[in-house]
């Protein structure tokens, strides 16, 4: 059974860098895709993009050019960088694991705030 | 990319009711799609996967149908702990993607 694991820094200026580290426990961690998702305060879901044990990624042509996904399996972590940050990418931010093409199970979610 | 489009945005129902919730992919995404439920401040649970097939632990008055881009989330019997934000996933291509959700609130 994996349980998840994240944190980070919640409060950023604009054009820094948010980073976040998830931590993986149980299960195999070369079964799975890890994943990053968004969501701003009251709206809906997005992918951000994922990760696997190898360091292979896929990310949102949305982000694509701010984001780095990368993983640790001596530690079973991966970890998200979005460069440049700026109000708009205020959100809970999750991590997830992907087996086959479902999201299960999820992280406990990171605010992270920008200050406009 | 391929939009989700759900319907509706809300719907307010009583315990004991039957909800039924639509989710159109933008292309065909055969049975690639998946439901989510998000109480607040927490976050998604999977109930659903490959449209119909009902997530270890989901209680059976959820179910799922459709393939193709019509798909439906159905609850029978509503209960206190459903009402939720539920949101469907389309697993067919990169990058996924997730409808807009839909709010089952209290009547």
């Known amino acids: 059974q994996v349980q998840l694991q994240q944190w980070g820094a919640g409060l950023l200026k604009p054009s820094e860098t948010l980073s976040l580290t998830c931590a993986v426990y149980?299960?195999?961690?070369?079964?799975?895709?890890w994943s990053w998702i968004r969501q701003p305060p009251g709206k809906g879901l997005e992918w951000i993009g994922e990760?696997?044990?190898?360091?292979?990624?896929k990310s949102n042509p949305s982000l694509n050019s701010r984001v780095t996904i990368s993983v640790d399996t001596s530690k079973k972590q991966f970890s998200l960088k979005l460069s440049s940050v700026t109000a708009a990418d205020t959100a809970v931010y999750y991590c997830?694991?992907?087996?086959?093409?479902?999201?299960?199970?999820w992280g406990q979610g990171t605010l992270v705030t920008v200050p406009s | 990319d391929i939009q989700m489009t759900q319907s509706p945005s809300s719907v307010s129902a009583s315990v004991g009711d039957r909800v039924t919730i639509t989710c159109r992919a933008s292309?065909?995404?055969?049975?690639?799609l998946a439901w989510y439920q998000q109480t607040p401040g927490k976050a998604p649970k999977l109930l659903i996967y490959?449209?119909?097939s009902l997530q270890s632990g989901v209680p059976s008055r959820f179910s799922g149908s459709g393939s193709g881009t019509d798909f439906t989330l159905t609850i029978n019997s509503l209960q206190p702990e459903d009402f939720a934000t539920y949101y469907c996933?389309?697993?067919?291509?990169?990058?996924?993607?997730f409808g807009g959700g839909t709010k089952v609130e209290i009547k």
């Open positions: 997830a694991s992907r087996l086959e093409n479902w999201l299960d199970p």
């Open positions: 149980g299960g195999s961690f070369s079964d799975y895709h």
């Open positions: 990760i696997n044990h190898s360091g292979r990624t």
């Open positions: 292309q065909a995404i055969s049975s690639w």
């Open positions: 490959a449209a119909s």
């Open positions: 996933q389309q697993a067919k291509s990169f990058p996924l993607t």
